[in-house]
């Protein structure tokens, strides 16, 4: 990646912190050329092209005397958009996978503490619907669901905030890792198997059988 993509990539990852703090939402206006270049210290000519690419992708729209803003879908594609940067590089695609693996374990073992039990009768419900949705190929939003499910099991507000984007960077990722052959009902009894420690607040057995269940899902 060169200097100037690199730049220009920086950008684009701040709309997208913006949107998932929940700072920027559909229909908002976006900082100005000069307010972006200040706050990122980085060109106005980067910013513009930033815009360029994100209006021809219909994420944003100018108007004119009025200013940028994010379109209906824009804060639903970015992620997906800016995967495609950081996933063609095998080390981008490393630090994802390393530094989620260190969230989620560690929001596990928080969660074997914290978990209340009609929590993990909600998440025991998903787990179970969720093999039937993988026969109509919809897996991988129950996968992700049960990931958050179990991220918002430590009530760390702040953990799940900085999750969130890493997985939505990977959902493409995941999704071709879950089209291997076997693969959906592997991963239905790895997440089953996470619970039922959960359950019993076995946060070691927990931890092992979470970190073995991301070791099969890599992508």
């Not at 939402?25 to 976006?30: H, M, S």
């Not at 039990?117 to 998440?123: G, N, V, Y």
């Not at 990977?170 to 089209?179: G, M, V």
Request: glycine share 6%.
């Amino acid at each position: 990646m060169t200097a100037g993509s690199k730049v220009y990539v920086r950008i684009l990852e701040h709309i997208e912190t913006m949107i998932m703090q929940g700072n920027l939402e559909a229909g908002d206006r976006l900082p100005s050329e000069r307010e972006l270049a200040e706050r990122l210290q980085v060109g106005r000519s980067s910013v513009r092209e930033a815009f360029r690419a994100l209006e021809l992708l219909d994420l944003i729209e100018t108007r004119k005397g009025e200013g940028t803003f994010l379109r209906q879908a824009g804060s639903h594609r970015l992620a997906e958009i800016l995967a495609g940067f950081f996933l063609k590089d095998a080390k981008a695609r490393q630090d994802l996978a390393e530094t989620r693996r260190i969230l989620e374990v560690e929001a596990v073992k928080l969660g074997c503490e914290r978990a209340e039990p009609e929590e993990l009768d909600e998440l025991q419900k998903l787990v179970y619907s969720s093999i039937e949705m993988s026969q109509e190929g919809y897996f991988i939003d129950e996968d992700i669901q049960f990931h958050k499910s179990l991220v918002a099991l430590s009530k760390n507000r702040l953990l799940l905030n900085i999750w969130r984007p890493l997985v939505e960077y990977s959902r493409e990722a995941l999704k071709q890792s879950l089209s291997r052959e076997g693969r959906t009902v592997h991963a239905w009894e790895e997440h089953r198997e996470i619970l039922d420690a959960v359950r019993e607040k076995d946060s070691s057995r927990a931890a092992d059988a979470l970190n073995r269940h991301l070791s099969n899902s890599r992508f």
